[in-house]
């Protein structure tokens, strides 16, 4: 991730492009598990950085989050990107219940000077706080009682950075007055991100008996 000289860290504009993709794969893979969208049985338990994770072996869903982690790779190095969107909607009607939104803030001049006095093991603390943050949103989030889809939608500064034509239909959808909870964030010295939920407020008739603990604190 990082090399050192003079006592410092040397980190990139790539190298922390690298950090933000992978752990918006982390955060979607968690997600995705922690809200049942996809059945146990088809994620796989790994270590990651200290930390276990559940990552999907669906193929459908590692293709997709493939092709768009290497999509914001590009924006994230060209200091264009600023918001991750994560949705998890109903199949049925497409309705929002979730929105998981991680804001990204680029420091031009920290690229450009490619110094930090952040080691890699701080910056990994600060990540496995914000996944488990996200493990925990088990005790608040009503449950999903029924079949959903997820989708991913990238905000760049369209008046630089040109945008697939495929992607003109990723457009933002709203919670009519939804619940919040702010999240953890992290930062690489170069890029800053902010993450929080919105979510469909509780029914009365809502119960947590669907949702169960996540592993990722085991």
């Given at each position: 991730m990082g090399s050192k000289t003079a006592g410092k860290d040397i980190i990139t504009l790539r190298g922390s492009s690298a950090i933000v993709r992978d752990f918006f794969g982390y955060a979607a893979n968690s997600i995705l598990h922690l809200n049942g969208v996809?059945?146990?049985e088809t994620f796989k338990?790994?270590?990651k950085h200290e930390h276990q994770l559940f990552l999907s072996t669906n193929v459908g869903v590692q293709l997709y989050l493939s092709t768009f982690d290497k999509q914001i790779s590009e924006w994230l190095e060209a200091g264009r990107l600023r918001k991750?969107?994560?949705l998890i909607m109903t199949k049925a009607t497409n309705e929002v219940l979730q929105s998981w939104k991680f804001s990204i803030e680029t420091d031009g001049e920290a690229a450009a000077k490619g110094l930090r006095e952040k080691s890699d093991k701080e910056i990994m603390n600060e990540i496995r706080g914000v996944l488990r943050?996200?493990?925990a949103t088990f005790t608040f989030l009503p449950p999903l009682n029924e079949p959903c889809?997820?989708?991913a939608v990238?905000?760049?500064d369209k008046d630089v950075v040109e945008v697939p034509l495929e992607w003109e239909k990723n457009v933002s959808k709203r919670i009519a007055n939804p619940d919040v909870e702010i999240l953890r964030g992290f930062s690489t010295?170069?890029?800053?991100v902010a993450s929080l939920v919105f979510f469909k407020k509780r029914k009365s008739d809502d119960t947590m008996v669907p949702k169960k603990k996540s592993k990722l604190d085991d």
């Open positions: 996809y059945p146990e338990r790994v270590k991750i969107e994560l943050h996200i493990s889809i997820y989708h990238a905000h760049i010295e170069i890029h800053k």
